[in-house]
């Protein structure tokens, strides 16, 4: 079993910038890719940015160039650096992985942030 623990969120105003941190503990040897989504009330869960245990990383087309995934090691901790951020990336955000053997997802509870003057 795998448990994925958020934190980092908050109340920022437009502009400023936020430091996501997701945690993995458990079975997490066959987990390949991390990720963070996000959900505004009303809307679809959405990839924000993900990274594999081999370095690629992939971004939301609305957050490239503002929001950077990283990780201290293949897969744990993950962290996701938010910079210039807009009301619009209000949301819930969750952290992800995905165990490439089993072809299972796992979810953390998810962080709040808000971003409003």
């Known amino acids: 079993q795998v448990q994925l623990v958020e934190s980092g969120g908050g109340l920022v105003q437009p502009g400023g910038s936020l430091r996501l941190s997701c945690a993995a503990s458990?079975?997490?040897?066959?987990?390949?890719?991390m990720g963070w989504y996000r959900q505004a009330p009303g809307k679809q869960r959405e990839l924000v940015a993900a990274?594999?245990?081999?370095?690629?990383?992939n971004y939301a087309d609305s957050v490239k160039g503002r929001f950077t995934i990283s990780r201290d090691n293949a897969k744990n901790p993950v962290y996701l650096q938010m910079n210039s951020l807009k009301p619009e990336d209000t949301a819930v955000y969750y952290c992800?992985?995905?165990?490439?053997?089993?072809?299972?997802?796992?979810w953390g509870q998810g962080t709040q942030v808000t971003v409003s003057s």
């Open positions: 992800n992985a995905r165990d490439w053997r089993s072809r299972h997802d796992y």
């Open positions: 458990g079975s997490i040897f066959s987990i390949n890719t």
């Open positions: 990274i594999t245990s081999g370095g690629s990383t």
